[in-house]
């Protein structure tokens, strides 16, 4: 069975850092592109990163360059985010999701919540 | 950077009726579109891909059509199980946007 299980969430302080994992099983992982999309409490989806199969391609949405980094280990099928300086209005839930032909997402784990408070 | 507009926010109809939801883009993205379903307490599901594709394993009630900058996700006869919300979205440059939603309730 196709895959996608995300950990790493937590309650953390502002200015605070986190680092996310998503654990890929039942399909070869590292040909795939991967995201990072978020949902805050009662909001709708919001794009945070892509990092390509060979990781030599990464890209970060406005709200969280330079904060956040995304990186893979294809040897251990794991994605990860790597959040620093959180604000509160970082508190969300946060998936991974696979990329299908640099387009959409067609595969994605049940997400795991960060909450951002003091 | 391009701009996803879904209407309408939310719309109201019964098991067995036809459903009909809005994806409107701030320029051309051709046929990059794609539709998602999310119910309570879920990931979302692919829907739709290139504007009218249906993804694996989705019901043909789903179909997506447009082109450009207008776009249409239909639901010939809604099930109890479709009462959702439902995202567009387009990815430009290598970076992803998603409308806001639909919630398609009872």
């Known amino acids: 069975e196709v895959q996608l299980v995300e950990s790493g969430g937590g309650l953390v302080q502002p200015g605070g850092s986190l680092r996310l994992s998503c654990a890929a099983s039942?399909?070869?992982?590292?040909?795939?592109?991967m995201n990072w999309v978020r949902q805050a409490p009662g909001k709708g989806l919001e794009w945070l990163s892509y990092?390509?199969?060979?990781?030599?391609?990464?890209y970060y949405a406005d709200s969280v360059e330079g904060r956040f980094t995304v990186s893979r280990d294809n040897a251990k099928n794991s994605l990860y985010l790597q959040m620093n300086s959180l604000r509160t209005d970082d508190t969300a839930l946060y998936y991974c999701?696979?990329?299908?032909?640099?387009?959409?997402?067609?595969?994605w784990g049940k997400g795991t919540t960060v909450t951002v408070s003091s | 950077e391009i701009v996803l507009t879904q209407s309408p926010a939310t719309l109201s109809l019964s098991p067995g009726e036809r459903a009909t939801l809005s994806c409107r883009a701030s320029?051309?993205?051709?046929?990059?579109l794609a539709w998602y379903q999310q119910k309570p307490g879920q990931a979302p599901r692919l829907l739709i891909y290139d504007a009218s594709n249906r993804a694996t394993g989705i019901p043909a009630r789903f179909s997506g059509s447009g082109s450009g900058t207008d776009f249409t996700l239909t639901i010939s006869s809604l099930e109890p199980e479709d009462f959702a919300v439902y995202y567009c979205?387009?990815?430009?440059?290598?970076?992803?946007?998603f409308g806001q939603g639909t919630k398609v309730e009872i």
């Open positions: 990092i390509r199969g060979n990781s030599d391609t990464i």
């Open positions: 039942g399909f070869t992982f590292s040909p795939y592109g």
């Open positions: 320029q051309s993205i051709s046929i990059s």
């Open positions: 979205q387009h990815r430009n440059n290598w970076r992803g946007t």
């Open positions: 999701a696979r990329d299908r032909a640099n387009s959409d997402m067609d595969v």
